[in-house]
């Protein structure tokens, strides 16, 4: 019997002017937000994938489809609630989330702890269990013109 499962998860969006920026399940001041079906939190998004992806249930995508009216414009910490009872419904409870964020503008440094409380609070973990990191990439590449932000999302979870 398998006790631990990793999962990895990855997910972008575009930046556009006047769209709110959400990102851990907070509201981040910004002029720039994130293009999406929902409400654009990339962090949350890819974290869903890493904990779907451990245990073989696919992405977000088909779980929450983009072409569904239902998932239109939803808060994203309903889409992690909904995950993480598919994660316990099979047994599984989450050791520990590495999530770090790439986003050249605003600084997230000031966010940090309140998406660690956040995102912990909806996996029902410690915060000690979860680590959230932001990096800029140097102005390199899409995250460094502003004109998108990265998420990558790594997750252990144990039975």
């Not at 499962?5 to 575009?14: E, K, S």
């Not at 912990?120 to 990191?133: A, G, Y």
Request: proline share 3%.
């Amino acid at each position: 019997m398998e006790d631990f499962r990793i999962g990895n998860g990855y997910d972008v969006h575009a930046l556009e002017p006047g769209l709110p920026l959400f990102l851990g399940g907070i509201r981040i001041e910004s002029h720039l937000g994130c293009v999406a079906h929902s409400d654009g939190d990339v962090a949350i998004h890819a974290l869903c994938d890493a904990l779907l992806g451990a245990l073989a249930l696919g992405d977000i995508g088909k779980h929450f489809p983009d072409t569904s009216e239902e998932f239109k414009g939803i808060d994203s910490k309903i889409l992690l609630q909904r995950t993480m009872k598919l994660v316990k419904g099979l047994g599984w409870q989450v050791g520990n989330a590495d999530i770090t964020i790439a986003l050249q503008s605003p600084k997230l440094s000031p966010y940090i702890t309140r998406m660690r409380e956040t995102l912990s609070s909806l996996m029902e973990v410690q915060m000690t269990s979860v680590s959230v990191k932001a990096t800029t990439t140097e102005r390199l590449g899409f995250v460094g013109r502003c004109e998108g932000c990265e998420v990558f999302a790594t997750v252990l979870l144990k039975k």
